[in-house]
């Protein structure tokens, strides 16, 4: 028992930059040795604003314990605001996030909201990089990627009085 708290509690450290992360589940087992810290069923993952929902999560860590990557698989649901303050929200099969690049990777029966003007992307494949702007959609099977904008009509606009 003293170890799994000591190995919990270095991850939990470790992972935490400036704001606190918090991890929710039925299970966990980990491997300092190894890098690998596994939480399994009902999983929630808060730090900050955001929030990650989903069956199984495992975190990657080095040899410094810095988080390298982030894979949530099964039901995965989200909520991300990035360095932009862009707004996300969205769910999927699977999502990986990878903090060194500060990019999120998301696949199968991909849903993509970013909520501060309603772009929206569906697909099986979506990649969002926060650091430099770049965004790419793939669908499986022939199916098309959808992808739906909020666009203002000139008409619609207030005039100033």
Known sequence: MIRFLLILSSVMVCLASSEEL??????FKGDQRQGVSVFNGNVKVTKGKDELNATKVTIYTDK?????????EGDVSFYIV??????YKGKSQTAIFLPNENEYQFF????????????RV?????????IHG???AESANNEPVIMTFTIQDKKSKSTPK
């Open 64 to 72: 410094e314990n810095k988080p390298t990557k982030y894979l949530a």
């Open 134 to 136: 770049h965004a790419s």
């Open 22 to 27: 918090k991890v929710i589940s039925d299970n």
């Open 82 to 87: 990035t360095e932009m303050n862009e707004k």
């Open 122 to 130: 569906k697909g099986d494949k979506v990649v969002v990089n926060t």
């Open 108 to 119: 199968t029966k991909v849903d993509l909201i970013r909520m501060d003007d309603y772009r």
